[in-house]
């Protein structure tokens, strides 16, 4: 069984996982955190900082820092966790459409943004690294971002934002270029692994108050389960049902400031002339 622990943060309920090779110590991190205060622009290390005193107290080499895509809901702590272990970060190739789109909505240079958030690794479907003795397989499994990256490690499957827990069903697919037929059909494509295969989510809310969180599954259960996908639901039913659903959704609170964070590999937008670096909020754009 893959050796790995979870990190919930409370304030985005978003799940960190560390996973390490036993025979090597070789270890990587997927999702991470930095604290974000919206109101005052505060950022802080508690919840990235967990998980340094994790892998140096365990005596790990940090050599990957993964992300599953471009989250909406919480700023990575990538940068920071990289200036303080070491690693290689690793995304989709498909970030580079990401950052074009974002570069239109925060009206900033492409070529700047990319320079900026100059990721290590960029994967395709199938691509594969290896971790000691252990293999991480990157999954392409676009639809709530063209940029999502399911990593399968031993029996274990780091799904980011395409499935949620079998209560909570599926993410939304309304984010620039989402598309509920391309998640559809990237979740069956997780369907396809063995059913004892281990899922862990990204983000969990406790299917809105009714129990505590939780972020292992596993393919049977989902398969099973699953309140938008599962059983004999068709894609039809799911385009249907999610089309709808999203359309009632508001935007995450974080997304303005996530986005322009994690596009750019956890840097922070360059500093002005005054040393500090600004969040931009690009009024009634979205209305």
């Known amino acids: 069984m893959t050796n790995l622990k979870c990190f919930f943060d409370d304030a985005t309920n978003t799940i960190s996982h560390v996973v390490w090779d036993e025979s090597s110590g070789k270890a990587a991190i997927i999702d991470s955190v930095l604290d974000f205060d919206q109101a005052s622009g505060g950022t802080s290390t508690h919840s990235a900082d967990e998980l340094l005193s994790f892998i140096m107290g365990g005596g790990l080499k940090l050599e990957y820092i993964l992300e599953t895509h471009v989250h909406a809901d919480h700023l990575t702590a990538s940068k920071y966790l990289q200036g303080e272990l ?3 970060t690793a995304i989709s ?3 580079r459409g990401v950052q074009e789109i974002f570069a239109g909505v925060f009206n900033e240079d492409l070529d700047e943004i990319q320079a900026q958030g100059k990721f290590d690794i960029y994967l395709k479907d199938g691509d594969e690294l290896a971790l000691g003795d252990l293999t991480i397989k990157a999954i392409a ?4 971002t063209p940029a999502c990256m399911t990593f399968v490690i031993g029996d274990a499957a780091f799904v980011g934002d395409t499935l949620f ?6 993410a939304r697919c309304d984010f620039p270029e989402g598309c509920p037929k391309q998640l559809f059909n990237s ?3 997780l369907f396809g692994l063995p059913d004892e295969t281990r899922l862990f989510m990204c983000h969990d809310y406790g299917a809105g108050g009714a129990r505590d969180c939780a972020w292992q599954t596993t393919v049977g259960e989902e398969k099973a389960k699953n309140i938008h996908v599962g059983g004999d639901k068709t894609e039809a039913d799911f385009v249907k049902m999610r089309t709808e659903r999203d359309a009632t959704l508001s935007m995450p609170k974080l997304l303005l400031p996530s ?3 994690n596009m750019r590999a956890g840097n922070f937008p360059a500093d002005e002339k005054n040393g500090i670096s600004y ?3 690009p009024l009634n754009y979205f209305d």
């Open 165 to 170: 827990m079998p209560d909570s069903g599926s």
């Open 259 to 261: 986005v322009q964070v």
């Open 187 to 189: 979740i069956k494509k």
């Open 93 to 95: 190739e498909n970030i």
């Open 86 to 88: 070491g690693g290689k």
């Open 141 to 144: 499994t676009p639809g709530h």
């Open 279 to 281: 969040l931009k909020l």
